[in-house]
């Protein structure tokens, strides 16, 4: 896991600041109904460091960031929802993986308490792609959600498409 980005996010999860009015207007310009509805779960943090992504994507694909791309950048992290996890159990879960391995997420996710909602968190890719897919998105965004931790040679996203929005969320 890349520690700096890691550090960032936390230290901005600190500040519960959400979108201003203009950033979550241009957000929900790009939602379908069934997405602006997983949006309204999302916390401020998240909402406003998503904002941050997506128009970065924009600036970098320009007319190739069609609405979903940009609900992709939006939206690919929704599936950590289902841990319900603060701001200090994400670093747990994030050190957990890095320290025991990913392939331990189905295992704990079996579990309870703690144990099971760092699970779930490892499992937001996949546990995201099923929420999006269930809210009728296009299915370059489902594909998004479910591979944006995964490498390169294992997307089915075009290339440059899943570089700008990896890109995007490392700045
Ligand atoms: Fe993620």
Do not use: C, N
Not at 106 to 115: H, P, S
Not at 118 to 139: N, T
Request: no cysteine.
């Amino acid at each position: 896991m890349r520690v700096r980005h890691l550090l960032r996010r936390f230290l901005g999860s600190l500040v519960p600041v959400g979108p201003g009015a203009a950033d979550d207007a241009w957000a929900r310009a790009h939602f379908l109904s069934g997405e602006e509805a997983l949006w309204d779960q999302l916390g401020r943090a998240d909402r406003r460091h998503a904002v941050g992504v997506a128009r970065r994507v924009e600036r970098a694909l320009g007319h190739e960031a069609t609405r979903p791309v940009i609900a992709a950048a939006l939206l690919h992290d929704v599936g950590k929802l289902d841990a319900r996890l603060g701001t200090y159990g994400r670093v747990v879960a994030t050190l957990s993986a890095a320290a025991a391995g990913r392939h331990l997420a189905d295992a704990w996710a079996e579990r309870r308490g703690l144990t099971r909602r760092v699970g779930l968190y490892l499992k937001h890719p996949e546990l995201g792609a099923d929420r999006l897919a269930l809210a009728g998105s296009d299915p370059l965004t489902v594909a998004w959600a479910r591979e944006h931790h995964l490498p390169e040679e294992a997307w089915s996203v075009p290339s440059h498409l899943g570089r700008a929005l990896r890109a995007a969320d490392d700045d």
